[in-house]
């Protein structure tokens, strides 16, 4: 079974531009959360979408926004980059979400903004 | 504010010793605990769990505790390995929630 897919792996950017980060969750997976990582702050909860809706939101600005697909694929956008943007941006999928359903991780994008 | 913290940024153990991480959560509502680890250039991969009705979960090598009046819990590794040598990260839920909330981490490394 594969696992949860994240694209590019790889990102420069420079202040100012917007960037768009995908991501293919494991298959039958319906649940996509976002999260930042950063050396100082762990991980931060982004968002999570759930059959193309948003169920829940972290503590980030509206720069931030995502979307789900259909076949539960799911973007996440960043617009008017700063160089605090700077991080491992993480996929995980799992099925149904909440606390039945463990995380399975992608290995990230890394983003760097200069 | 965060809500999960992991107060050791490191740990340094010797291979075949215990190695104990400490995870504090401040939010009562949590219900539902996590331990994660991640290598370099991989994303975290699930390691072992315990609700809030229970505590003490072991798998193998890996046993978590929880004490809810301390909020507190702790995963212990015995007896440690150096490919134990990871950042581990302790989350927790809310029984209604539908995001997992992550402490900073901490990295342990275990020497042969």
């Known amino acids: 079974k594969a696992g949860v897919t994240q694209t590019p792996r790889y990102l420069i950017k420079t202040r100012g531009q917007q960037v768009t980060l995908s991501c293919s969750p494991i298959?039958?997976?319906?649940?996509v959360s976002w999260y930042q990582q950063t050396p100082g702050q762990g991980l931060q909860f982004l968002f999570e979408?759930?059959?193309?809706?948003?169920?829940n939101k972290g503590n980030f600005p509206g720069r931030f926004s995502g979307r789900q697909f259909s076949n539960s694929r799911s973007e996440m956008n960043v617009s008017t980059l700063e160089l605090g943007d700077s991080a491992l941006y993480l996929c995980?999928?799992?099925?149904?979400?909440?606390?039945?359903?463990?995380?399975?991780f992608g290995n990230g994008t890394r983003l760097t903004v200069t | 504010d965060q809500q999960v913290k992991q107060n050791s940024p490191s740990l340094s153990v010797q291979e075949g010793r215990i190695s104990i991480l400490n995870c504090d959560y401040t939010?009562?509502?949590?219900?539902?605990f996590l331990w994660y680890k991640k290598y370099p250039a991989e994303g975290p991969t699930f390691l072992i769990s315990?609700?809030?009705?229970?505590d003490k979960n072991e798998d193998g090598r890996f046993t978590v505790f929880l004490n809810k009046s301390a909020k507190h819990l702790s995963l212990h590794i015995v007896p440690s390995q150096p490919g134990d040598s990871a950042v581990y990260f302790c989350?927790?839920?809310?029984?209604?929630?539908?995001?997992?909330?992550f402490g900073k981490g901490t990295t342990l490394s275990v020497s042969s």
């Open positions: 995980a999928s799992s099925r149904g979400g909440g606390r039945g359903s463990p995380l399975h």
């Open positions: 298959s039958g997976h319906r649940s």
């Open positions: 979408y759930f059959s193309e809706t948003q169920r």
């Open positions: 939010n009562s509502m949590f219900d539902y």
């Open positions: 315990i609700s809030s009705i229970k």
């Open positions: 989350a927790a839920i809310t029984q209604a929630g539908t995001a997992l909330i």
